[in-house]
């Protein structure tokens, strides 16, 4: 079964969150503040979290930069903010989505089930993959399409579901332009809050994250953005 985590102090809105999540047939438990948070997502290791920014003891913004370096569950930040610098900053900070309170519930649901579908989607295509095809090789990169883990130098890199997802489309493909809008419509699968900024600010997290492979990952200007292998 799917898990997500509601963490919110608003207690009415976590709790009809959770309902309409269990309704259809998730997994929830339910955090209060952002410390409690950090250590749901330690021990109940949800899928999806659906955060909210504005909290006690620990802000969402806080939690998404304590889990920066170390495996998550897919984001998705509420907040009573709806000014473009707010989710920029959530974006930069790692989240996968972004939705401003009120909220109309069926949208969130479509947003978490968005969140699931892709890695849905890998797992479909993982029982078909071969032995030869499981792994990318770019660049001094392992990119495993299964265990959806990046490799280099034998070390694991910490990615996010979306930071993967980007990297593993932009690899299978080298020397291949996308369009901003190609990448958030492919890697993405609907309407995104943020916008084709979300694929610049992805870019560049994944960029920082790749340190000395960086250049791997062309700006392709006035168009988007494609991977090259470059010596290592």
Known sequence: MTRVLVVDDERSIANAVAYALRREGYEVELAGDGQEALERVAAFDPDVMVLDVMMPKLSGYEVCRKLENQARPAILLLTVKDDIVDKVLGLELGADDYMTKPFDMRELMARVKALFRRSSSNSSSAVSTT??????????????????????????????????????????????????????????????????????????????????????????????????????
């Open 131 to 232: 032995a030869e095809e499981k792994n990318i090789y770019l660049s001094g990169l392992i990119i495993n399409l299964i265990s959806h883990t990046v490799h280099a130098d034998g070390k694991q890199l910490d990615l996010t579901p979306k930071e993967f997802d980007l990297l593993a489309l932009l690899a299978r493909n080298p020397e291949r332009v996308f369009s901003r809008e190609a990448l958030l419509e492919q890697v993405w699968d609907m309407d995104f809050a943020g916008g084709t900024r979300t694929v610049d600010i992805h870019v560049q997290r994944l960029r920082k994250k790749l340190g000395p492979l960086q250049d791997m990952i062309q700006t392709v200007y006035g168009i988007g953005y494609k991977s090259k292998e470059i010596s290592t």
